[in-house]
C-alpha cells in the first residue's frame, strides 16, 4: 500500500499543477478584459470624451408633464444629463408673449443648443435665428431651413394610418372620433392619415372630427370625446397634447360606469399613464429619439443645421406602441403590419391632408 501511494503522489501532483496554471491562464483572460464590459456589453469608451453641452428647451403653452411630446422631448434632454452630463433645462412658456423671452433667456445664456418643441414656435426662432447667427436651434415639427436651425419633421399620417387600420377593424359602431388640437398642418397629417387608415379597412366607417384651437386644455378634451361619445363613437384618437388627456378622463368616466369605449394615444404608448383598460392602442412619434440624437450630433461636430430631417416608418420615426398586443387581436395586427409594408415600400403613399 505504501509502495502504490509513493507511486501515485507525484501524478497527483503533476495534474494539480496542470490545473492551477490553466486556473491561472483562464484567469489572465478575464483580467484582460475586465473594465471593459458591463453587463456583457462593450463600455463606450469615447462616452466620457464627447462634449457636455448646456441644451435649453421651451415647451409650447402646454406643459412639460403632457404626456406627450412635451414630455418625450424633455426625456430625451434628461437621458443626455444621465449618458453625458449635459446642462439641461426647460422653460414653459405661459402665453405666446412668452416664448420668445424664454428661448431668448437660453440664447442670452450662452447655452450651446436652444429646443423649441412644436410647429407653433416656428415664427419666434425664426427671429431669434436670424438675430443670433452663433446661436444653434433646434425646432420639432417644422420645416424651417436655416443656416443655425435643425429642423425635424415627422410622417404623422403614415403612423396614423395604421392606427387607423386598427380603429376601422375594432368599431363595433362603425362611429370613429378624432379629436384634433389646434388646425394646423401636423395635426390636420395626423387626421388624414387615421380618416385613410380606416377608409382601407372599413368604408362604412364614419369619421367623427373637432379640433379644439388649444393644446393646454383638458376640459375642452373631455367635452369633446363626451360629444362624440354621445353620438355613438366607441374609439377615439387624439392629436391634442394635453388637452387629449381630457378624451381620457371622459373614456375612463364612461368605462366605470359600465361602459365601452376605447382611446387611441399620441406620442407616447399613452397606456403606460392611462391604463390599458382605455388605451386600444397609441400611435408612437419618437420626439425623444429624435431630440436625443440631434442634440447628441452638436457634440460630435456633426449637427445638422440648414436641414430638415424628416422621419417616416421606413426611418423608424413612427410606430404603434409595441403594448398594442394587449387589446389588439392578432388578425388585426397582422392586417398593420400588411400596410406597414406597402406604406415603406411605396405601393401606399398616405396624403398629408
Known amino acids: 500500500?505504501?509502495?502504490?501511494?509513493?507511486?501515485?503522489?507525484?501524478?497527483?501532483?503533476?495534474?494539480?499543477?496542470?490545473?492551477?496554471?490553466?486556473?491561472?491562464?483562464?484567469?489572465?483572460?478575464?483580467?484582460?478584459?475586465?473594465?471593459?464590459?458591463?453587463?456583457?456589453?462593450?463600455?463606450?469608451?469615447?462616452?466620457?470624451?464627447?462634449?457636455?453641452?448646456?441644451?435649453?428647451?421651451?415647451?409650447?403653452?402646454?406643459?412639460?408633464?403632457?404626456?406627450?411630446?412635451?414630455?418625450?422631448?424633455?426625456?430625451?434632454?434628461?437621458?443626455?444629463?444621465?449618458?453625458?452630463?449635459?446642462?439641461?433645462?426647460y422653460l414653459e412658456p405661459k402665453t405666446d408673449g412668452d416664448v420668445v423671452p424664454n428661448l431668448n433667456q437660453f440664447v442670452k445664456a450662452g447655452y450651446d443648443l436652444t429646443w423649441a418643441t412644436a410647429f407653433t414656435l416656428?415664427?419666434?426662432?425664426?427671429?431669434?435665428?436670424?438675430?443670433?447667427?452663433?446661436?444653434?436651434?433646434?425646432?420639432?415639427?417644422?420645416?424651417?431651413?436655416?443656416?443655425?436651425?435643425?429642423?425635424?419633421?415627422?410622417?404623422?399620417q403614415e403612423g396614423a394610418y395604421l392606427v387607423g387600420v386598427i380603429a376601422g377593424l375594432t368599431t363595433k359602431t362603425d362611429k370613429i372620433g378624432f379629436v384634433g388640437g389646434m388646425d394646423i398642418p401636423v395635426i390636420k397629417r395626423f387626421e388624414a392619415g387615421f380618416r385613410e387608415g380606416i377608409k382601407a379597412v372599413n368604408p362604412d366607417a364614419k369619421l367623427i372630427v373637432n379640433y379644439t384651437g388649444l393644446f393646454n386644455r383638458v376640459d375642452m378634451g373631455k367635452s369633446a370625446a363626451s360629444t362624440m361619445y354621445n353620438d355613438g363613437a366607441d374609439i377615439i384618437f387624439h392629436a391634442a397634447g394635453l388637452t387629449?388627456?381630457?378624451?381620457?378622463?371622459?373614456?375612463?368616466?364612461?368605462?366605470?360606469?359600465?361602459?365601452?369605449?376605447?382611446?387611441?394615444?399620441?406620442?407616447?404608448?399613452?397606456?403606460?399613464?392611462?391604463?390599458?383598460?382605455?388605451?386600444?392602442?397609441?400611435?408612437?412619434?419618437k420626439v425623444d429619439e429624435a431630440v436625443y440624437q440631434i442634440s447628441k450630433s452638436l457634440a460630435e461636430g456633426n449637427f445638422p443645421a440648414g436641414k430638415v430631417t424628416t422621419m417616416g416608418l421606413k426611418e423608424k420615426g413612427v410606430d404603434i406602441a409595441p403594448t398594442s398586443v394587449k387589446n389588439v387581436t392578432p388578425e388585426v395586427l397582422a392586417k398593420v403590419e400588411e400596410y406597414r409594408g406597402k406604406i415603406i415600400s411605396g405601393d401606399i403613399v398616405v396624403p398629408e391632408k
Open 1 to 89: 500500500m505504501k509502495r502504490w501511494m509513493k507511486l501515485l503522489l507525484p501524478v497527483v501532483l503533476i495534474f494539480t499543477l496542470a490545473l492551477t496554471a490553466c486556473g491561472q491562464k483562464g484567469n489572465n483572460k478575464d483580467d484582460s478584459t475586465e473594465g471593459t464590459k458591463t453587463n456583457g456589453a462593450a463600455v463606450n469608451d469615447n462616452k466620457q470624451d464627447l462634449k457636455k453641452l448646456k441644451v435649453g428647451m421651451v415647451t409650447d403653452l402646454g406643459s412639460v408633464n403632457d404626456k406627450s411630446f412635451n414630455q418625450s422631448a424633455w426625456e430625451a434632454l434628461q437621458q443626455l444629463k444621465e449618458d453625458y452630463d449635459f446642462d439641461v433645462k
Open 122 to 156: 416656428a415664427d419666434a426662432v425664426t427671429q431669434l435665428s436670424k438675430e443670433n447667427p452663433d446661436s444653434m436651434f433646434g425646432i420639432v415639427d417644422s420645416d424651417l431651413i436655416l443656416p443655425n436651425v435643425a429642423a425635424v419633421s415627422f410622417k404623422e
Open 244 to 285: 387629449g388627456n381630457g378624451v381620457f378622463n371622459e373614456a375612463k368616466e364612461r368605462n366605470s360606469k359600465g361602459g365601452k369605449v376605447w382611446v387611441i394615444g399620441v406620442d407616447k404608448d399613452q397606456s403606460l399613464t392611462f391604463g390599458d383598460d382605455i388605451t386600444l392602442t397609441s400611435m408612437v412619434k
